[in-house]
């Protein structure tokens, strides 16, 4: 006989999560003593030891008998607030082996979230630890009681047989079956097209074409969420009724977390949309407000605008007050105030500057588009039989006399002109999008790299297509900067039109398609295919987490048919079909930075430099601390994937992997699937590079995009994210008033105040850190994984952004990177790793979160 030994675990839980808008810091556990008795049930699985009862492919590791949560631990401080810790005793013979899985059954009435599972004093392997991270439903939800592995890795071939079942079934009921309603205690990851962003129901002007699935919009996938169709287009899907309800089904662990800002996050986009913007938008529709002057606009920031008491009495009665704090963060709420951006803080003016304007292309919220000029004068892609010759009119006689001395050939082959090209992006759009209220120009910006290694912009040109049709080419005007006088007033107007153009590229392209959009299908596919017990799924997952859930609520409020975006970006209805056009110029390895640097002509390979690269502008602190970062991530994945795949046929043998890869490419990225770019993932090499790729885009060239917006472009002129008339022609009375008062002119062609108020109000919480953030080099958990070398090539990262964070904050402040913190005495921390929670301008957090 076998002796029945005692093991002693120990599970950390919280209850459902219920935000209390009366007090949100209330307790998020009710009643403990309901999870004690008989309530909530554990059975410890064998990963050596086999059921008796199981034969050839049955066969499936022995259950020990059941076991139940029994006191609440109270003399452990909880991790997190609203955390419980609860003893458990299990019964387990020796013939049992070692304990590698355990199933749970909650006959609880409500959901709870389950962290951990520590057992102690296991014979032989001492301390065993389950990391869970996972929402348990009731029973009758399942069809089969949950299951949670150990922090073991194992490929799929190297799997325990008694658990290898147990891990093929777990992976099945993530796929579904792809049918039905998915509801919030499903687990099911599956793809769809971007079909619910129109709502045809409403409204013919709500109509949007179907992103995803066709040549002509083209677009990754999204989670299925299997709502019904539309009544009037059976092709796109009904819509949530957006006012009872922000419950966009992905599956529920991929939901936002449990501490005040990660939920607050829905409640005040929803609060932005609901309350704030109609109560707005009532004040200015009986009362057109314009900025007259700059300092109506510095009053958001340094006393408010004062608000009619009925708007605010509704905007009170409707938020509640812990998160009107958030909104309007003023002690006296008849005010609507804004924290003072950075870009203004330290000198009010400096944002006007030629070298400032030029600067942030280099060390902005959108340093990820400047080439190098390889040609003059810059050429189109654009079929020509299509849009005519689109050829640009800037000559060598708009900028010879302002590069210092030499001629364009030379500045060219020496690398000192370079290009901020929005031209061949909006002129196949242009013409419908000034058919709204938007009126702008397709842009190209010209630039020279001066000795002291800043940029100054030497020539704008700004097209219009031509009125009797697009084949017929484009109008095009060329403007050169101006120190005093009208010349100066229109080159302040140039460079704001490149900005508004900027701003739509950065928001739908650069930030949403490029980070957001892209790596869904990532998230998707690893979910399906990699088990939580696979070394990948356990390199990946940190960087996948909430993306799914930010981007449900972005389809629900911010890019679809009349939200937020459509009402304060440019393109307006055009918007999300224009990142559809673009996404065909989507290549996977160009996401690699080093890739991208090469490919915009910013970077030379160089053998003899650090890296293997050389950059054209030396003092490019996107580039230069991006370099750093990247091949710091680089180094931990060779480092990880090289302790579990010794050669490369243990990548091409590798099931989950190669079945991830398959699918992420012809289902994820289905309209891309025949491109021939894609890595075969056949090599360690590949298999490094794409892993790589992804930590990038999740974490580094998101925060790069997403947490500068508020610093610089809460200040709204520096960066105005639409135009409303043309540029003032001579004998016109808008060119009058631009002579008689500059300021006032130029405010009424950038975005209106009501636009301004919406579009602030909601990059102020897009850009803030969350207190439950975990950064790049950071784990929620200590015991993430069972392999000692896995650990510490983690610690090896850790401590190599440390030393990445150092050098940053060393170049911020020698004085001779003029770039890296410019007029504006704003130093570039973009990229610096760490940060606090909060609105700060720093931090890489591990995923797209926000």
């Not at 009904?238 to 529920?252: A, E, G, K």
């Not at 090499?685 to 947490?707: G, K, R, Y």
Request: net charge negative; hydrophobic share 35%; proline share 6%.
């Amino acid at each position: 006989m076998f002796e029945e030994k005692k093991m002693i675990g120990r599970v950390v839980l919280m209850k459902k999560n219920v935000l209390d808008f009366n007090n949100l810091s209330a307790s998020f556990l009710d009643r403990l003593h309901e999870f004690v008795g008989k309530r909530v049930s554990l059975q410890l699985i064998s990963a050596d030891q086999f059921h008796p009862n199981g034969e050839g492919n049955d066969m499936k590791g022995k259950l020990g008998k059941v076991a139940y949560l029994e006191d609440w631990i109270t003399t452990i401080t909880p991790l997190t607030a609203g955390e419980s810790a609860f003893r458990v005793t299990f019964d387990w013979d020796e013939d049992l082996g070692i304990p590698g899985a355990f199933l749970i059954r909650n006959n609880h009435h409500s959901e709870f979230y389950l962290k951990t599972l520590t057992l102690e004093n296991v014979p032989g392997q001492g301390v065993i630890h389950f990391i869970c991270n996972s929402w348990v439903y009731p029973a009758h939800r399942y069809e089969k009681d949950r299951i949670f592995f150990s922090n073991k890795t194992y490929l799929p071939h190297e799997t325990p047989v008694a658990l290898l079942k147990y891990r093929e079934e777990e992976l099945e009921s993530l796929r579904g079956n792809g049918k039905g309603t998915l509801q919030e205690w499903d687990r099911v990851y599956d793809y769809a097209y971007y079909n619910d962003l129109g709502d045809p129901d409403k409204g013919p002007q709500y109509a949007r074409p179907v992103l995803g699935g066709s040549g002509e919009y083209p677009y990754p996938r999204r989670e299925r969420t299997g709502r019904p169709p539309a009544k009037s287009d059976a092709n796109m899907e009904s819509r949530l009724n957006f006012t009872m309800s922000l419950d966009i089904y992905v599956p529920r662990d991929e939901r936002f977390g449990h501490l005040k800002l990660a939920d607050f996050l829905a409640y005040a986009l929803k609060s932005i949309v609901q309350v704030l913007k109609p109560e707005l938008e009532s004040v200015f529709d009986s009362t057109p407000n314009e900025f007259d002057s700059f300092e109506d606009i510095f009053k958001l920031y340094e006393g408010g605008i004062k608000l009619p008491e009925g708007t605010l009495k509704n905007i009170r009665d409707k938020i509640p007050a812990e998160m009107l704090k958030e909104l309007i963060p003023t002690e006296d709420a008849r005010y609507l105030k804004f924290p003072m951006p950075q870009v203004i803080k330290e000198d009010k003016s400096a944002w006007r500057t030629d070298e400032e304007f030029a600067r942030e292309m280099l060390a902005g919220v959108h340093p990820v588009i400047i080439c190098c000029l390889q040609k003059f004068p810059p050429t189109s892609k654009l079929d020509p039989k299509v849009y005519g010759d689109q050829t640009s009119t800037i000559r060598k006689e708009h900028i010879e006399s302002n590069i210092d001395g030499l001629t364009v050939d030379e500045a060219i082959k020496q690398k000192k002109l370079f290009i901020l090209d929005h031209h061949d992006t909006l002129i196949p759009y242009l013409r419908r999008i000034n058919s709204t209220s938007t009126k702008t120009y397709a842009s190209r910006t010209i630039l020279f790299l001066k000795s002291d290694g800043t940029l100054k912009p030497l020539a704008i040109e700004l097209s219009l297509p031509q009125p009797e049709g697009d084949q017929y080419g484009v109008i095009s005007k060329v403007y050169t900067p101006a120190e005093e006088g009208v010349e100066n007033s229109i080159w302040q107007l140039a460079k704001a039109y490149v900005a508004v153009n900027d701003s739509g590229h950065h928001q739908l392209i650069s930030h949403w398609l490029h980070t957001h959009a892209v790596i869904e299908p990532f998230i998707i596919a690893a979910n399906r295919h990699l088990s939580v017990l696979h070394p990948i799924h356990k390199l990946l997952h940190p960087h996948f987490r909430d993306t799914m859930n930010i981007n449900a609520l972005a389809r629900q409020i911010l890019i679809n048919a009349g939200g937020i975006v459509e009402s304060t970006v440019f393109p307006s209805k055009y918007s999300m079909e224009m990142s559809s056009v673009l996404y065909k110029n989507w290549v996977f390895p160009e996401q690699a930075l080093p890739t991208d640097l090469i490919k915009r002509g910013i970077a030379i390979e160089d053998s003899s430099s650090p890296h293997g690269l050389q950059l054209v502008i030396e003092d490019y602190p996107y580039a230069v601390d991006g370099l750093e970062i990247w091949f710091s991530i680089k180094t931990w994945v060779h480092d990880y994937c090289s302790f579990y795949y010794k050669e490369d046929d243990i990548v091409k043998q590798d099931t989950e992997l190669q079945a991830w890869w398959k699918e992420l490419r012809e289902k994820g990225h289905g309209d891309k699937k025949d491109e021939p770019w894609w890595p075969k993932m056949q090599t360690l090499e590949e298999l490094i590079e794409v892993c790589t790729t992804i930590i990038w885009i999740a974490s580094a060239l998101h925060a790069s995009t997403n947490f500068g917006q508020y610093p610089y472009a809460g200040f709204l002129p520096n960066r105005p994210t639409i135009s409303r008339r043309f540029m003032p022609e001579k004998g016109t009375p808008e060119y009058d008033e631009l002579v008689a008062n500059p300021d006032k002119a130029f405010l009424k062609t950038i975005t209106a105040q009501l636009q301004t108020l919406i579009g602030v109000s909601l990059i102020e919480i897009l850009s803030r850190h969350s207190s439950d953030e975990v950064y790049l080099g950071q784990r929620d958990t200590p015991n993430w994984t069972h392999d000692v070398e896995a650990l510490e090539a983690f610690d090896k990262f850790g401590n190599k952004l440390a030393e990445v964070e150092e050098r940053i904050i060393a170049m911020n402040n020698d004085g001779k990177h003029k770039n890296r913190v410019g007029p504006v005495n704003m130093p570039y921390t973009l990229l610096y790793p760490s940060s606090r929670n909060g609105l700060t301008g720093m931090g890489i957090p591990n995923s797209v979160a926000i």
